[in-house]
C-alpha cells in the first residue's frame, strides 16, 4: 500500500492538478440529485464525497475541462471563464478577430499569433460564453483540424459534440455564426518574411514592414498591443455591465430572514447570459430558461423554498416578509420544489424575456404569498 501511496503522489506532483471544485455552486450537498459533471467526463474522473460534493481522481483527470463547460462548479487554477472572456474581449478591443483553438492542434514549431486563445479542449466553453461573446459582436472563429478530436487522449470525440453543442446553441439563440478557420494564425515575423522567398512575395513583405516601423515610430503599434490599456478599457466596461445590471453579491440587512441578512449569488454562466441579453435584448425570445414559479393560492408563506435555495433567488421581501422572487438568479435546480410541504412551487420553462420584465433591474417578477410573517 506505501509503493501505490508513494506512485499517486509522484504522479500529482508530475501532472499537478489544475481543475478545482467550488463549493458555493454545487447543489449535490444540498440535496440535489445532479451528476451532470460526472456524466460528461470523458474518463470517469469525477466521483462524489460523502458530503455529495464532487471529488476529481488527479490520475485520471487530463484536465480536458469539459466539466468547466458543464458546470460552475469547476474551475481553472490557471484561469476562470471570466478570466478568459476579458482576453478575448481585449483582443477584440485591438481590432483584431478571435481565434479560439485546442492544444491538439498546436504542434512544436507554430507559435500562435497574439489573438489566438488555446484551450485544453474547446469544450470548456459553455453555449452561455459562446453567447456573450456572439451577443456582442465579437468575430470569432475556431481554428485547426477537427478531425484530431477522435483520436485526442484528452478529451475524444465526445469533446467534439460537447463544443459542436455549445456553438450550435450559441448560433441559434442569437442569429450570429462563429466562423471556421482551417490554418491556426501564426506570429508574425516580418523581417523573417523578407528574407524567405518562399514566403510571402517581397514587395508585399517590405510594404508591411514599412507600415509596422511607421506604427512603431508613431506609437500606434504600443497602443493596439498596450495590455495594460486594454485591461483597462475591458474593465471600464465589466463595471458599466455590472451597473446596468444592478446585481447584488452582498450581504443585505434584513430582519425576516435567519441571522438577520439575505445573500444572492450569481452563477458566472447566468451572469455571461445577463450580460449578453443586456447587450442584445431581441435575443431573449430565442432562449430557454427553466425557473421556479408559485401557486400564491396554496403558498402559505411558510419560507421553507427561500430557506433552501442556494442562490438567494427567493427570500423574504425586507419590507414585510413576503415570499419575494428575483428570477435572474434562479438556475432551476427544484430544491424549493422539493422543501415546500404545500406542494405550492414547481419548475417551468420560460423564454429569457422574463429577465427584461419592468422589473428585472431590481426585484423581478416578486412574488407575494401567503401572510407575511413577523
Excluded at 33 to 41: K, P
Aim: hydrophobic share 40%; glycine share 6%; aromatic share 6%.
Amino acid at each position: 500500500m506505501a509503493e501505490v501511496a508513494d506512485n499517486v503522489q509522484e504522479d500529482r506532483i508530475a501532472h499537478p492538478q489544475r481543475i478545482l471544485v467550488l463549493r458555493d455552486f454545487c447543489t449535490r450537498p444540498l440535496g440535489s440529485e445532479c451528476d451532470r459533471c460526472a456524466r460528461a467526463c470523458p474518463h470517469g474522473a469525477i466521483s462524489f464525497s460523502a458530503e455529495n460534493l464532487p471529488v476529481i481522481d488527479a490520475r485520471t483527470c487530463t484536465n480536458c475541462g469539459i466539466c468547466l463547460g458543464i458546470c460552475d462548479a469547476f474551475t481553472s487554477t490557471r484561469v476562470t471563464m471570466i478570466d478568459l472572456h476579458a482576453r478575448v474581449r481585449r483582443i477584440a478591443l485591438r481590432g483584431e478577430d478571435v481565434v479560439i483553438t485546442c492544444k491538439e492542434n498546436i504542434f512544436p514549431g507554430l507559435e500562435p499569433a497574439a489573438n489566438v486563445v488555446v484551450l485544453p479542449c474547446l469544450a470548456a466553453l459553455s453555449p452561455e460564453f459562446w453567447t456573450l461573446v456572439l451577443a456582442e459582436n465579437i468575430p470569432v472563429s475556431i481554428a485547426g483540424d477537427l478531425t484530431y478530436c477522435a483520436d485526442c487522449d484528452r478529451a475524444g470525440d465526445f469533446g467534439e459534440m460537447l463544443f459542436t453543442h455549445a456553438i450550435a446553441t450559441a448560433e441559434q439563440w442569437t442569429g450570429r455564426k462563429v466562423g471556421y478557420l482551417e490554418a491556426i494564425p501564426e506570429k508574425e515575423n516580418l523581417v523573417k518574411d523578407l528574407a524567405n522567398p518562399e514566403g510571402v512575395d517581397r514587395r508585399s513583405a517590405f510594404t508591411n514592414l514599412a507600415a509596422d516601423v511607421a506604427d512603431v515610430a508613431s506609437g500606434k503599434r504600443r497602443l493596439r498591443n498596450s495590455d495594460v490599456l486594454q485591461q483597462f478599457y475591458e474593465r471600464k466596461e465589466r463595471a458599466r455591465a455590472r451597473a446596468r445590471l444592478n446585481l447584488n453579491e452582498s450581504r443585505q440587512f434584513n430582519d425576516f430572514a435567519p441571522e438577520g441578512h439575505t445573500k444572492q449569488t450569481m452563477h458566472p454562466k447566468r451572469r455571461m447570459l445577463l450580460e449578453a441579453i443586456d447587450r442584445d435584448s431581441s435575443i431573449a425570445p430565442n432562449i430557454p430558461i427553466v425557473i421556479s414559479q408559485t401557486d400564491c393560492s396554496i403558498c402559505t408563506n411558510a419560507l421553507d423554498c427561500a430557506r433552501a435555495c442556494p442562490t438567494g433567488a427567493r427570500y423574504p421581501d425586507p419590507a414585510d416578509g413576503t415570499l419575494a422572487l428575483d428570477a435572474r438568479y434562479c438556475i432551476g435546480c427544484g430544491l424549493c420544489a422539493s422543501a415546500c410541504a404545500q406542494g405550492a412551487v414547481q419548475l417551468i420553462e420560460e423564454s429569457a424575456e422574463v429577465f427584461l420584465t419592468e422589473e428585472a433591474g431590481c426585484e423581478q417578477a416578486s412574488e407575494t404569498c401567503g401572510t407575511p410573517q413577523r
